[in-house]
C-alpha cells in the first residue's frame, strides 16, 4: 500500500528564512513525486517533481525539493521565503495505475 | 483552452437529496479523477478514471457514483447525500505524470 506523510500540520517561518516542508513516502522501486501549492479558495497549482536523475529537483517560484531514496523523504525547501508563500502545500505520489495520492497537507505561514 | 472546469462552484443540500457533480477538461486527457478534500486529511481519491467508458474505486468510494460515457467529462453523482459528504470536492484530469486541477466545488449537507 501506498501512502504519502506529512508530519507537521503547520510550519511557521519569518520572511528571508529558509523555508521547508518534509514529506515522506512508501511506494517500494522507483517513485513518482510530486508537490503542489494551494492558494486560499484556489485548486492545486504544480510546483515541481521527481520522475527519475538528479536528487535535487528545481521548481516553481524559487522551489526545489530533495529526494533521498534512503530516508524514502522529498522535502520541500526555498532558500527565502516571502510572505505571499504563505499557503497549504500538498506532497503526492503516482504509482500503478497512474492512481495520484496525496498527503495530508502542510500549512506554511511566512511572517513579515 | 479552458482547462479543467467544474460546475457547479457551491451547493448547498439537504440530507437524503441527490445531485451531480460535472467535471470537464479539453485538453484531451486520458486519467480523469474526483478528490475530496477535508481539513487535515489533504486530498483523498473518490473514484477515477483511465479512459473513456471505464472508472474504478479510489480511497473513499463509499456512497458517490461515477460515469464517463465521453473523454472530456467525469460525473460524480451522490444518490442520497449525507452530511458526512460536506466537503471541497476537486476533479483533476492528465495525460501523463502531470495533473491538472479545476477550482473545486464547495458541497455542504445539511
Known amino acids: 500500500a501506498q501512502s504519502v506523510a506529512q508530519p507537521e500540520d503547520q510550519v511557521n517561518v519569518a520572511e528571508g528564512n529558509p523555508l521547508t516542508v518534509k514529506c515522506t513516502y512508501s511506494v517500494s522501486g522507483n517513485p513518482y513525486l510530486f508537490w503542489y501549492v494551494q492558494y486560499p479558495n484556489r485548486g492545486l497549482q504544480f510546483l515541481l517533481k521527481y520522475i527519475t536523475g538528479d536528487n535535487l529537483v528545481k521548481g516553481s517560484y524559487g522551489f526545489e525539493a530533495e529526494f533521498n531514496k534512503s530516508q524514502t523523504s522529498f522535502h520541500l525547501k526555498k532558500p527565502s521565503a516571502l510572505v505571499s508563500d504563505s499557503a497549504l502545500y500538498f506532497c503526492a505520489e503516482k504509482a500503478a495505475g497512474n492512481k495520484l495520492t496525496f498527503g495530508g497537507g502542510t500549512r506554511v505561514l511566512v511572517k513579515p | 483552452n479552458a482547462g479543467v472546469t467544474q460546475t457547479p462552484k457551491f451547493r448547498v443540500l439537504k440530507t437524503g437529496q441527490s445531485m451531480t457533480l460535472l467535471c470537464a477538461q479539453d485538453?484531451?486527457?486520458?486519467?480523469m479523477y474526483w478528490y475530496r478534500q477535508d481539513p487535515g486529511m489533504g486530498l483523498r481519491l473518490i473514484h477515477y478514471s483511465v479512459g473513456e467508458g471505464t472508472t474504478a474505486k479510489g480511497e473513499v468510494p463509499d456512497g458517490y457514483n461515477v460515469s464517463r460515457l465521453k473523454k472530456q467529462n467525469f460525473l460524480l453523482g451522490l444518490e442520497s447525500a449525507a452530511p458526512s459528504q460536506t466537503s471541497v470536492y476537486f476533479c483533476?484530469?492528465?495525460?501523463?505524470?502531470?495533473?491538472?486541477f479545476g477550482p473545486g466545488t464547495r458541497l455542504t449537507v445539511t
Open positions: 483533476a484530469s492528465s495525460k501523463g505524470l502531470l495533473a491538472d
Open positions: 485538453m484531451n486527457h486520458e486519467y
